[in-house]
């Protein structure tokens, strides 16, 4: 098993421009999740899925979109980068997102992206 | 909205001893988990352990267990026998009915030889 992944591992950009960030797993796991990490700071959530075709909000989602068309892969879409999303994203999955399951979540490598 | 703090933004010890991370968090739910990651400068999150908040038992994984106390609303963790490896950002998070994990700001934890 490869685990989750993630590409690029870096990214610059220019303020308006567009990127999408791809994450993949080979688990088949149920949940995945998109993080940012800004310096100093932990991770927080930007969006989340409990499955294909289910998506929803987590604490920081201005200025990014998610789908979920198949169990394997969750994108990051960034509509129009601005130096404020300048920041680490990590891409995670779990087996399941019931909270009495096995919810370890796995995380990939991260990407980092300058937005300049 | 649940908020997880760590007080400590960074922490040292002797190789061989024994040091204590804190976090404590604020919650109005009854049924949750909480956790402790690893993050050396490599960036992978490493998940170090688990606790089940319906569990009254501690939970222990090798070296590091962790002191919950779920009233005072407090999940330390400990690492016995620290070794240079341990040398890392650790970030307590809370898992919550809405499926979602919310970080604390991490404590740097330096590991003298």
């Known amino acids: 098993n490869a685990g989750v992944t993630q590409t690029p591992k870096f990214q610059v950009l220019k303020t308006g421009q567009s990127m999408t960030l791809q994450c993949a797993q080979d688990?088949?796991?149920?949940?995945m999740s998109w993080y940012r990490q800004d310096p100093g700071m932990g991770l927080r959530l930007i969006h989340y899925?409990?499955?294909?075709?289910?998506?929803d909000q987590g604490e920081v989602p201005n200025g990014y979109n998610v789908s979920r068309s198949t169990t394997e892969d969750f994108p990051l879409r960034l509509l129009s980068a601005a130096p404020s999303q300048t920041s680490v994203y990590f891409c995670a999955s779990s087996p399941t997102y019931l909270r009495r399951g096995n919810n370890e979540q796995f995380f990939g490598p991260g990407t980092r992206l300058t937005v300049l | 909205a649940q908020t997880v703090t760590q007080s400590q933004p960074e922490m040292s010890v002797q190789e061989a001893e024994t040091v204590t991370l804190s976090c404590t968090y604020d919650?109005?739910?009854?049924?949750?988990?909480l956790f402790w990651y690893k993050q050396p400068p490599s960036r992978q999150m490493i998940l170090v352990i688990r606790q089940e908040a319906y569990k009254q038992q501690n939970a222990t994984e090798n070296r590091f267990s962790v002191n919950f106390q779920k009233a005072a609303k407090s999940f330390s963790l400990k690492i016995s026998d620290s070794q240079l490896g341990d040398a890392a950002m650790y970030f307590c998070a809370y898992h919550n009915a809405g499926n979602m994990l919310t970080f604390g700001g991490g404590t740097r934890l330096m590991v003298k030889p």
């Open positions: 919650t109005s739910e009854s049924d949750y988990y």
């Open positions: 688990m088949n796991h149920e949940y």
């Open positions: 899925s409990v499955g294909a075709g289910i998506t």
